[in-house]
């Protein structure tokens, strides 16, 4: 009698086992498919933050290349400024001297 009920309770623990195993397979195999999307996306978010990081070393090259051209002129206006003051000093003594 103690052996038919072990049995039976072994034969019933065996039938909810049997839908459980099939039901935490499919829900592997679902958080499975969720990580791949995750994966996925996180893929594309580090190609994103690559072409930004890109983005900017070429800016940061443009605006080097506009920093040279810039103290290039700034030094010329600076060399014409000085030629003016000059000139302007002759023509006041110039005009002293007349």
Known sequence: MA????QKQILDL???LSGFI???KKQFE???KLFEIV???IQGVKEEIQDIKDGQVMQDKRLDDIDVVLRGVLRAVD???VRVVNHERRITK???AG
């Open 94 to 96: 110039l005009e002293r």
């Open 30 to 32: 679902n958080q499975e």
């Open 79 to 81: 060399k014409d400024s």
């Open 14 to 16: 065996n039938k909810s």
């Open 39 to 41: 994966i996925a996306d």
């Open 3 to 6: 052996e038919e009920k072990l």
């Open 22 to 24: 099939p039901f935490v």
